[in-house]
T-cell receptor, first 116, second 115 residues
């Protein structure tokens, strides 16, 4: 089946630094990818929709200057958390919408970010 | 606006017993409905989805769900629980058309299976 990978799977960074998370569709192309955030014992919250070659669309309340999204190719989207703070600590999950007929959506395994 | 309510954050069943995980939704457009399973430290795996075809949807691993418009429900069932079913289950709703993939998730239900 289709696979979406995320890298890194786990990262610790210091407050004030930036961290980049990669989301790759390994065996299919994805014009559209989504970024979600999941707090402990909470649901996934859609942060933004990433479209290849264009600016991401952010959900209400998500700071676009803090969560920079780049979708430079049909298989890669990146999320950069800039000037990270402890409250940014969370589980970040991406999903990729396959360009194949049927447009199935596949989720990555997630990246756990801890900001100290 | 869309929303999803999953009744019961934690459900325990005995191995071999019926699994019933409840989901109610709210949507201003005909909804697409999904059930996902999440194992520890893993991403979401699609169990099944409803996209306005048959109201009884069969998914993987023996799970099925029935769309009931009058009750705005999409409950997930499995006749006989296995130990391997222990995981977190999320119900999600998407709109129709281009918005069908921008999902709103419920808070999840953790399923425990007792041997």
């Amino acid at each position: 089946g289709a696979v979406v990978s995320q890298h890194p799977s786990w990262v610790i960074c210091k407050s004030g630094t930036s961290v980049k998370i990669e989301c790759r569709s390994l065996d299919f192309q994805a014009t559209t990818m989504f970024w979600y955030r999941q707090f402990p014992k909470q649901s996934l919250m859609l942060m933004a929709t990433s479209n290849e070659g264009s600016k991401a669309t952010y959900e209400q309340g998500v700071e676009k200057d803090k969560f920079l999204i780049n979708h430079a190719s049909l298989t890669l989207s990146t999320l950069t958390v800039t000037s990270a703070h402890p409250e940014d600590s969370s589980f970040y999950i991406c999903s990729a919408l396959s360009d194949r007929a049927g447009h199935e959506q596949y989720f990555g395994p997630g990246t756990r970010l801890t900001v100290t | 606006a869309q929303s999803v309510t999953q009744l019961g954050s934690h459900v325990s069943v005995s191995e071999g017993a019926l699994v019933l995980l409840r989901c109610n939704y709210s949507s201003s457009v005909p909804p697409y409905l999904f059930w996902y399973v999440q194992y520890p430290n893993q991403g979401l795996q699609l169990l099944l989805k409803y996209t306005s075809a048959a109201t009884l949807v069969k998914g993987i691993n023996g799970f099925e769900a029935e769309f009931k418009k009058s009750e705005t429900s999409f409950h997930l069932t499995k006749p006989s629980a296995h130990m391997s079913d222990a995981a977190e289950y999320f119900c999600a709703v998407g709109g129709s058309g281009a918005g069908s993939y921008q999902l709103t998730f419920g808070k999840g239900t953790k399923l425990s299976v007792i041997p």
